[in-house]
């Protein structure tokens, strides 16, 4: 996703993510061109989501301190992915030069990219081997890295594990597992007034985010690796369905179809919810022993079920890019190493459970010792599938929310709404 949620603590300074490893060899590559590109030096400023955290300033202070005629000044913009996104697209439409450096969701990398609204990062300054390969694809375009993977995230499934072992039942791999298991941990006492499941089904990037994994979980695909669609298909009609089903019958609440994430998650920690499809971040949350949440000790983590076996997530994260239009790119490409390297990771993760974008520190011990369902995140995150990667990424996503939002609201039967989709789709492909 493309906005600064609690997940985005962070609380330390940071080793470099970017290493500088020689001079280029000249051309006029991309990665030659944005070698060039990276000069001048003094303040810049980060266009970001809204920080709800109250850490992101803390860390910009540790870097102005440090860098007294290099300053940085944050910029926050909307709660909302689609207002930060269309925010950012104007300033590098009018080339303003407001804003240095971006917080971009994964998914926007593409459609920056092909409008140089952004620029490449020279590849012989990238420590390329120590990511995740997911969070690199979608930092790059057409084969040349644009932006630094600042965060990952893949989607996990939480679950009440106090009850489900009360019920006889085990952490489900398919969707009618879950609702089995559900109906079983319903009939418990504790469970009074319990929903099954929700997710992130407001109108909203976070619904195009669930929509694509209902697909993928299904064994479809809403665009192919050309941008081709392919929403009106067999598999997807499956995924969709079921969901729209689960709304109808009661399984997932009817009022689950307003919950963002931290509606979702308020209503898992309130003891709500045996199931929730969330991101890594709720994990610190919903164990806070400070009375905020009644779950805490009390739940798992798994990954997110499919149709037959195991879903698939859809690849979340941020990437930091410098805006084409600024000024001080050499600081601004300082301070992207600054905000992306595996100290800060290590600390983001021990903060706020954030999923880091390097590998290693997936495979640290200690760290597993302390969040146990690293294991399931990592391999959620080398799973996952990006959303549809498109140049017009904003009517794309547009059309994708529609489609899905009518069909789980009862609007619109999912067979109709996703031969409706895949038109918009075609057009929007076909579409300069």
Request: aromatic share 8%.
């Given at each position: 996703?493309?906005?600064?949620?609690?997940?985005?603590?962070?609380?330390?300074?940071?080793?470099?993510?970017?290493?500088?490893?020689?001079?280029?060899?000249?051309?006029?590559?991309?990665?030659?061109?944005?070698?060039?590109?990276?000069?001048?030096?003094?303040?810049?400023?980060?266009?970001?989501?809204?920080?709800?955290?109250?850490?992101?300033?803390?860390?910009?202070?540790?870097?102005?301190?440090?860098?007294?005629?290099?300053?940085?000044?944050?910029?926050?913009?909307?709660?909302?992915?689609?207002?930060?996104?269309?925010?950012?697209?104007?300033?590098?439409e009018l080339k303003s030069g407001e804003f240095s450096v971006l917080n971009?969701?994964?998914?926007?990398?593409?459609?920056?990219?092909?409008?140089?609204?952004?620029?490449?990062?020279?590849?012989?300054?990238?420590?390329?081997?120590?990511?995740?390969?997911?969070?690199?694809?979608?930092?790059?375009?057409?084969?040349?890295?644009?932006?630094?993977?600042?965060?990952?995230?893949?989607?996990?499934?939480?679950?009440?594990?106090?009850?489900?072992?009360?019920?006889?039942?085990?952490?489900?791999?398919?969707?009618?597992?879950?609702?089995?298991?559900?109906?079983?941990?319903?009939?418990?006492?504790?469970?009074?007034?319990?929903?099954?499941?929700?997710?992130?089904?407001?109108?909203?990037?976070?619904?195009?985010?669930?929509?694509?994994?209902?697909?993928?979980?299904?064994?479809?695909?809403?665009?192919?690796?050309?941008?081709?669609?392919?929403?009106?298909?067999?598999?997807?009609?499956?995924?969709?369905?079921?969901?729209?089903?689960?709304?109808?019958?009661?399984?997932?609440?009817?009022?689950?179809?307003?919950?963002?994430?931290?509606?979702?998650?308020?209503?898992?920690?309130?003891?709500?919810?045996?199931?929730?499809?969330?991101?890594?971040?709720?994990?610190?949350?919903?164990?806070?022993?400070?009375?905020?949440?009644?779950?805490?000790?009390?739940?798992?983590?798994?990954?997110?079920?499919?149709?037959?076996?195991?879903?698939?997530?859809?690849?979340?994260?941020?990437?930091?890019?410098?805006?084409?239009?600024?000024?001080?790119?050499?600081?601004?490409?300082?301070?992207?190493?600054?905000?992306?390297?595996?100290?800060?990771?290590?600390?983001?993760?021990?903060?706020?459970?954030?999923?880091?974008?390097?590998?290693?520190?997936?495979?640290?011990?200690?760290?597993?010792?302390?969040?146990?369902?690293?294991?399931?995140?990592?391999?959620?995150?080398?799973?996952?599938?990006?959303?549809?990667?498109?140049?017009?990424?904003?009517?794309?996503?547009?059309?994708?929310?529609?489609?899905?939002?009518?069909?789980?609201?009862?609007?619109?039967?999912?067979?109709?709404?996703?031969?409706?989709?895949?038109?918009?789709?075609?057009?929007?492909?076909?579409?300069?």
């Amino acid at each position: 996703m493309g906005h600064w949620l609690p997940r985005a603590g962070i609380a330390a300074l940071t080793a470099c993510a970017l290493t500088a490893c020689g001079t280029g060899t000249g051309g006029d590559s991309p990665a030659d061109q944005g070698e060039a590109a990276l000069t001048g030096r003094g303040p810049i400023t980060l266009a970001t989501g809204k920080d709800n955290s109250g850490v992101l300033l803390k860390v910009i202070d540790r870097w102005n301190a440090a860098h007294p005629k290099e300053r940085v000044r944050v910029v926050e913009l909307s709660d909302s992915p689609d207002e930060q996104r269309q925010r950012m697209i104007q300033d590098a439409e009018l080339k303003s030069g407001e804003f240095s450096v971006l917080n971009l969701d994964v998914v926007w990398t593409a459609e920056f990219a092909a409008n140089r609204w952004v620029v490449p990062l020279p590849e012989n300054r990238v420590d390329t081997g120590a990511f995740l390969e997911p969070t690199l694809e979608g930092a790059s375009y057409r084969g040349q890295l644009y932006a630094a993977p600042w965060t990952s995230d893949g989607g996990l499934l939480y679950f009440r594990k106090d009850l489900l072992r009360k019920a006889g039942a085990k952490p489900p791999r398919t969707w009618a597992g879950m609702k089995k298991a559900c109906a079983a941990v319903r009939k418990l006492p504790e469970a009074k007034g319990m929903s099954c499941y929700a997710g992130q089904f407001e109108k909203y990037e976070g619904l195009t985010v669930n929509f694509a994994e209902m697909v993928e979980s299904a064994g479809g695909s809403l665009v192919d690796g050309r941008g081709r669609p392919h929403a009106d298909s067999p598999e997807a009609l499956k995924g969709l369905r079921f969901f729209a089903d689960g709304v109808r019958d009661g399984m997932i609440p009817k009022k689950a179809i307003t919950f963002k994430e931290e509606q979702g998650r308020q209503a898992f920690q309130q003891g709500r919810l045996v199931f929730h499809r969330q991101w890594p971040y709720q994990w610190t949350l919903a164990n806070a022993d400070d009375g905020s949440s009644k779950v805490a000790g009390r739940f798992g983590v798994a990954p997110l079920p499919g149709l037959d076996g195991p879903g698939v997530s859809s690849l979340g994260g941020h990437n930091l890019a410098i805006s084409s239009a600024a000024g001080n790119k050499a600081t601004a490409h300082d301070f992207i190493r600054f905000m992306t390297g595996e100290r800060m990771q290590r600390e983001n993760l021990l903060l706020s459970s954030n999923a880091p974008t390097r590998t290693a520190l997936y495979d640290d011990k200690k760290l597993v010792d302390k969040y146990p369902y690293l294991p399931v995140l990592k391999k959620s995150i080398l799973g996952a599938e990006p959303r549809p990667r498109v140049v017009r990424y904003g009517d794309a996503t547009a059309a994708i929310q529609e489609a899905a939002y009518g069909a789980l609201s009862g609007e619109v039967r999912p067979k109709k709404a996703l031969a409706e989709l895949q038109r918009k789709l075609q057009r929007i492909n076909s579409s300069p």
